[in-house]
């Protein structure tokens, strides 16, 4: 029966990263329902083996065997849990506080509570950073500057350096990367790269 627990633990690294699969409940209660028989024969064999000491030597191999199953099917639940916890955390860093409605819908409620818990811890860590939002730029800029195209009529945008910059429609400029970010996402910019 070990297999099941073993099912459970790959059931998450098999499937694709940028999905959650629902908390597989059936498999869950198998392997639970495992490790309370178990339990319980441990427990029989225990229980005898107070009243029978002649038998202690006997039943001390299958207590323990059982015990190592029990451990087992334990390491696989947590490792299924976690993975899917790392997963919702990771979701967490690629699309922000909001997650969309596809992975929403695989969200257990307790997976929700932790969700909301994380979003306010790390929340409050920026905000500690003096409003350092960590969830950008999460790989290394290889400059800090881009050439960026103006796709709207924006108007004046004054650098951090105290440079004015007209951004007209067509427009093309080489322009620090963390003042370029918040207009690229908001459709105003967008990023030329090496050799358009």
Same mark, same amino acid.
């Given at each position: 029966?070990a297999v099941v627990s073993t099912q459970s633990t790959g059931e998450e690294h098999r499937?694709?990263? /940028?999905?959650?699969?629902p908390l597989n409940e059936d498999l869950i209660r198998q392997v639970l329902a495992e ?10 064999? $225990? ?6 000491? /002649? ?5 001390? =191999? #299958?207590? @323990? @065997?059982?015990?190592?199953? @029990? ?18 955390? !990771?979701?967490?860093?690629?699309? #922000?506080?909001?997650? =969309? ?38 790989? =290394?800029?290889?400059? @800090?500057? $881009? ?5 709207? /009529? ?8 105290? /440079? ?5 429609l067509n427009s093309e400029h080489y322009l620090p990367l963390a003042e370029c970010e =918040?207009?690229? !996402? ?11």
């Amino acid at each position: 029966k070990a297999v099941v627990s073993t099912q459970s633990t790959g059931e998450e690294h098999r499937s694709p990263t /940028e999905q959650l699969q629902p908390l597989n409940e059936d498999l869950i209660r198998q392997v639970l329902a495992e490790m309370n028989a178990l339990c319980e024969a441990n427990k029989a064999d $225990i229980d005898t083996m107070r009243t029978d000491e /002649e038998n202690d030597k006997k039943m001390l =191999p #299958g207590i @323990l @065997l059982r015990h190592s199953a @029990l451990e087992h099917n334990r390491r696989c639940i947590l490792a299924y849990l976690k993975a899917r916890l790392d997963r919702i955390t !990771r979701f967490r860093w690629d699309h #922000g506080a909001v997650l =969309p409605e596809e992975i929403q819908a695989n969200i257990q409620e307790h997976e929700r509570q932790w969700f909301s818990k994380y979003n306010k811890t790390l929340a409050n860590y920026m905000s500690s950073l003096h409003g350092l939002d960590l969830t950008q730029n999460t790989v =290394p800029p290889k400059s @800090l500057k $881009i050439q960026v195209r103006c796709l709207q /009529e924006y108007g004046e945008l004054e650098t951090e350096s105290g /440079e004015i910059v007209m951004l007209t429609l067509n427009s093309e400029h080489y322009l620090p990367l963390a003042e370029c970010e =918040p207009l690229i !996402r908001q459709g105003v910019l967008q990023h030329m790269a090496a050799g358009s």
